[in-house]
């Protein structure tokens, strides 16, 4: 897994020692609202779930990156705030799926975007894609309004796609082609 750096933002590999800080994450039923697992309820949920992400990477269904800090001028990167994953990744069609997560007390503060731009540059340049996906639930107002911010255009709704909670619920399905893309 790369490391991959841009701005004030670091997306490194997550390792067993992120535990407590992935039940942060993934253990806020507020942050895993539009998620379709429920929320993560110990220390040993959030290693199964490191398992399972080490599992996608070494099957190559997906890549989970931990999204850290970075003070200007510090040689090391500040704690796990959140995540991001490249899934259904196809060379062939140059293509792949994006998702991500904060945690609940860095939202609004231009993290995600950040962490976005850095990877999408990475998608982009790099792997050589053409064109990313996401689904957002149409409740998740903020990360629809983050995605079409970066040039992601909406191209469906998809009814009843995901058990979020035990709930059935939509998804709205975005694109984002390299032309369109738009750094924050």
């Known amino acids: 897994m790369p490391r991959l750096t841009g701005g004030r933002i670091v997306l490194r590999p997550i390792d067993e020692a992120d535990a407590p800080a992935v039940l ?6 507020e ?4 998620w379709s697992r429920a ?3 110990d220390l040993a949920a959030a290693n199964t779930f490191l398992d399972e992400m080490q599992e996608d990477f070494f099957r190559r269904r997906g890549f989970h990156w931990g999204i850290a800090e970075t003070a200007p001028g510090a040689s090391q990167a500040g ?26 007390d ?28 996401a689904d957002v639930d149409p409740e998740n107002a903020p990360s629809l309004r983050l995605l079409e911010k970066l040039g992601f255009q909406r191209e469906g709704r998809l009814r009843e796609r995901w058990q979020t909670q035990g709930d059935p619920r939509d998804a709205i399905f975005l694109g984002l082609l390299r032309p369109e893309w738009r750094t924050p």
Not at 31 to 34: D, E, I, S, T, W
Not at 81 to 93: D, E, N, P, Q, V
Not at 107 to 124: E, H, N, S, Y
Request: hydrophobic share 50%; charged share 20%; proline share 4%.
């Open 106 to 133: 860095r939202w609004g503060q231009g993290l995600a975007a950040d962490a976005l731009a850095v990877l999408f540059g990475f998608c982009f340049g790099r792997l050589g894609l053409h064109r990313l996906e």
């Open 39 to 41: 929320p993560l309820a």
């Open 31 to 34: 942050v895993v609202r539009y």
């Open 79 to 104: 704690p796990l705030i959140g995540t991001c994953k490249l899934g259904a990744l196809s060379f062939r069609h140059r293509r792949a799926e994006v998702g991500f997560l904060l945690r609940r």
């Open 24 to 29: 942060s994450i993934f253990g806020d039923p």
